[in-house]
Every structure is written in C-alpha cells, then in structure tokens.
C-alpha cells in the first residue's frame, strides 16, 4: 500500500446542491468535494487529479452534475508536446519576460493585477469584486506544493501564475495578466513556459484543469498537442490531440 493510500480511503466525499453552471448557460451544475482538507497533502492530491479532481484554495472538487459530463480534465503531455507555428511566435514575443518564483504571500501589486483582469475578464462574473480576504482564500491558501510564477517586462508585472506541483506533473491553478496590452498572449506563453519548466524538472504532464467543448473560452486548450482527457475512467489522447 502506498504511504497516502490510508489517507485516500479514510477521505470522504459529498455532492454540492445544484447551482448555476459557470461555463455553460440555463444548466445547473454541481461538484463533489473531497473531506476533511487535513488529509489531502501533496502525495494525495496527486493521486485526485489523475481522478479528475482540481482545487480552489483549500477546496477540492471536481464535476460531479446529474445529466452532463461537458467538464473533462485535460493534461499535456510534455516529453511529446511539440510547439505550433503560432505557439513559437507567441514563445518569441514574451520570451524576453523576467520570471520569478515567488512564494504565496500577499503582494500589492498582484492584488491590483487581480482586480484588473477580473473587472475586464470577468466583469459581472463575482470575482471582480474578490476583496483581499477573498483573493488570499483563492491564490494564497494551499495544502500542497504551491508557488507563483511573476512575469515583469522592464519591471513592469504583466502575470501571474498560481502553479503546484504534482507528483507526476505541474498543475496550472489560475493565472491572471494584463488586459489592457491588446497584442500580447499572455495566457499562451504561459502554458508554453509551464510545459518548459515541467521539462525541466522531468515531469511528464502539465495538467490544465477541465476543457469543454462547448465553451469558446476553453477552445484554446486543445490548440496545444498531444493534450488527453480523463474520459471514462482513463487518460486517452482527445481527438485531434
């Protein structure tokens, strides 16, 4: 038995109330959690996303809706992923971007990048109105092994990245940017240097929460290949993937 399989079977689970699905419109949705959160360290958690599970904070759930399986938990497969003509120009445009690895603490700076990307991305949506107890339950509280990943340009914060890490792999959180640079792709550049950094460190996936394809929003994540979905109990390549 695996040291955290105890600790597995000890977990309990339990099915949220019906709410209204964030993704896609007049459906409900619903999430299983994952309980007590004293339990799921990192070798835990590990194990829970290769089922399908993400986490919000120290909230870990996954789909769990009545009538629809849409939310499919998607990873890249790093050793295999090789860029596109477009990935490597978006690689060659951000590529003079200074990272750093910080730890989760609060920083002014990223709160105020929070909120602006929220009130342009997300306006109306709930989080644009995160205060900064909100934004540290959400990006600052974790019960594994977490870190942000700070992107300036002269200086200047353009993102953030929210990242764990797995022990098969980088877990891709939520990752907040600039809104107002009207050129930049951001949030491409930011898987690609995620699947460098996977590299790296010899981890062979890049896990990048769940894919819809009805949801224009997430169409992006399956321009990056070969990508699989947990579909029917097990990791297979998505189509076109």
Known sequence: ????????????????????CSYLADRMARSQVAIPAELIDGQVYSQLVRHGFRRSGLFTYRPWCDQCRACVPVRLRVNEFSPDRTQRRVFRQHGTLDVQIRPLAFDEAHYALYHRYQQSRHSGGGMDEDDREQ???????????????????EGELKMVSLIDRLSDGLSSVYTFFEPDDARASYGTFNI?????LA??????YVYLGYWIAECRKMAY???FRPIEGLQHGSWQLLAGG
Do not use: G, H
């Not at 038995?1 to 209204?20: E, G, K």
């Not at 590299?199 to 062979?204: A, C, D, H, I, N």
């Open 1 to 20: 038995m695996n040291p955290d399989d105890s600790r597995l079977i000890r977990l309990q689970f339990y099915a949220t109330a019906p709410y209204p």
């Open 135 to 153: 934004y540290e339950n959400f990006i600052l509280k974790s019960p594994v092994e977490s870190f942000l990943a700070e992107f300036r340009s």
């Open 192 to 196: 690609l240097w995620q699947v460098e």
């Open 199 to 204: 590299r790296q460190q010899s981890l062979p």
């Open 221 to 223: 994540k399956t321009r």
